[in-house]
């Protein structure tokens, strides 16, 4: 399966660039918490480590302040959100500061 990941604020920041074409194997006997949206996010947090993950993770969870999005439709860090081949993932992580 490929999916294409978007990074947007400081997630793109600190990932170093946009957006990236993800291939995860998988079939149909592959269980879906396996193939959710929320597993993928969490297998490249913890792959990459550092501030990356401090970004996106909280106790080795999705933090659930992180804005995502499947194909446009935004769905929660909470629920497993099944990903297919094509899907486009998208990350907002909370964005601070101003004057």
Known sequence: MRVTVEYFGPAREV?????????????????????????LICQIAKERGGRFAMLLLTDDKLSRSLVLAVN?????????????????????PPVSGGA
């Open 72 to 92: 446009d439709r935004q769905v929660s860090a909470d629920e497993e959100t099944e990903l297919h081949d094509g899907d486009v993932v998208t990350i907002i």
């Open 15 to 39: 990932a170093g660039v946009g957006s990236e074409v993800i291939e995860r194997h998988s079939s149909p006997h592959t269980p879906c918490a396996e193939r959710s949206v929320q597993s």
